[in-house]
């Protein structure tokens, strides 16, 4: 598999692998917001999240993928870094504001910062059509939240503060998109990158939750909470792997983008489980979205 897989880096099998696993990984960032969102608070569902795949990621590490290569240790440093801010902000994001309002921008901005990123790190660029595509996506995504914003809204005191955030969780769903990309194509097995990834950053997050739970008056059951961190703990690894390889197996920028057709999925779901309203002008904005991406792809 490893082999077979970097073996059509660069190539249109490759291409078209990417695509399958940027879209895969679109559908499951929003399971995967949805159950941090959902009926727990975010801070605890995180903690429960993290802790389970980093106990999944253990046996791996230590008994079936290769050791690192001794470059690997100062990425891994600051990928871990980088992912505890973003998760730190993202928590934050969703205590201030509804799901349906705060995702689209988060995943909106985070987009459009990539592809500079990806500019700048791996000099990718994009091609006149491709540029529609990500405009016709991202007016989308952001006509979603300003909808949303206005009609669905009920944490009116804390708009402003969670629109701030969204925004800056948005500069650093791209900071670790990129820089994730530049370490799975710095060490020789990518699976190896993948494990060590999930146990590294499964650390911080079951501390601060424990902490928080502890402090609770009134203690959520930690039965049910770690319920959804289990299905959240499986999510995971296939969410963040498939888009991390569809990265190295690809152009970093339009993985990214194919990503946030997760914004469709994620309106989807706040319908289907969370109960938010979707009429006629969302599902607009939301084939607006799809029509930015396919244009993308198209456009490529």
């Known amino acids: 598999m490893t082999e077979w897989l970097i073996s059509i880096e660069g190539t249109e099998t490759g291409h078209q692998a990417a695509l399958v696993l940027a879209l895969m990984a679109a559908l499951l960032h929003a399971v995967f917001g949805a159950l941090q969102k959902g009926r ?33 240790w100062p990425i891994f440093a600051a990928v871990w870094l980088i992912h505890v801010i973003y998760k730190l902000l993202q928590a934050w994001t969703y205590t201030k504001g509804a799901y349906t309002v705060v995702y689209p921008v988060v995943r909106g901005t985070g987009p459009l910062f990539t592809v500079f990123g990806a500019y700048l790190l791996f000099g990718e660029t994009f091609s006149a059509t491709q540029w529609v595509g990500i405009v016709v996506l991202l007016a989308g995504i952001f006509g979603l939240a300003v909808y949303n914003m206005i009609f669905l809204i009920s944490e009116r005191d804390t708009l402003h503060a969670a629109l701030g955030l969204a925004v800056l969780t948005g500069l650093f769903v791209a900071l670790y998109t990129t820089y994730d990309a530049y370490g799975i194509r710095a060490t020789a097995n990518p699976f190896t ?47 963040f792997g498939a888009i991390m390889m569809a990265t190295r197996l690809d152009k970093v920028g339009e993985a990214a983008v194919l990503r946030e057709t997760s914004t469709v999925f994620a309106a989807i779901i706040g319908w289907l489980f969370l109960k938010e309203t979707v009429g006629p002008r969302r599902i607009a904005l939301m084939a607006l979205i799809a029509l930015g991406a396919v244009i993308v792809e198209m456009g490529g």
């Open 40 to 72: 727990h608070d975010p801070w605890l569902a995180r903690g429960a999240i993290d802790f389970c795949y980093l106990i999944m990621a253990i046996p791996f590490v230590f008994f079936v993928v290769p050791w690192p290569e001794a470059h690997m």
């Open 193 to 239: 990158f993948l494990a060590w990834f999930f146990m590294i950053d499964g650390f911080v997050m079951p501390i601060i939750a424990s902490a928080r739970w502890w402090r609770m008056a009134d203690r959520p059951t930690l039965g049910p909470l770690m319920v959804r961190g289990l299905v959240g703990g499986l999510v995971a690894p296939l969410s």
